[in-house]
């Protein structure tokens, strides 16, 4: 989150100059890439054998501040997804903007803990826990790249 405020700000900065119809293109192609995602999801779902677990080293705060800024996925992501909408929010009333961020930030660092721990006893539930688990977010993304992809196309059309 530390590394999240200055993206956000720049990304937001940056979308607010482009015309809303190339904010309503950008909020479609967000739906594509997230179904993307599904679909990355369904295929390791399908094949077991793929899903493997990531064992890496611990990081210091600043180290995960520095992956997180030189990372593309913020950039993407708040380009494509969530600043797209916190923008639309804006336009309506700056108040859902804010609800929009607050409501992400307080689902992500709420996800994110029960995230961690499902990591850390992922190797309990078995073969079919994970697969489990990642149909669930195969089913997610589907459904959240569908409402993106629906919403650009249908306020391209009213644009």
Known sequence: MISDLPIAFLVLFLLGQLPVTAQHILRASGGILLLYFAFVAFRQWRKPDAL???????????????????????????????????????????????????????????????????????????????????????????????YYLISGVRNLGAA
């Open 52 to 146: 493997e677990l990531n064992c890496s080293a611990p990081r210091t705060l600043l180290d995960a501040v520095w992956v997180n800024l030189l990372n593309p996925n913020p950039y993407i992501g708040w380009s494509l997804v969530l600043g797209p909408s916190v923008l639309s929010a804006w336009r309506d009333h700056p108040g859902y903007a804010v609800a929009v961020v607050g409501s992400f930030y307080g689902t992500m660092v709420v996800v994110l803990a029960l995230f961690i721990y499902l990591v850390g006893t992922v190797r309990f539930l078995g073969s079919s826990g994970q697969r489990g688990l990642v149909a669930v977010s195969a089913v997610v993304l589907s459904g959240l790249g569908l």
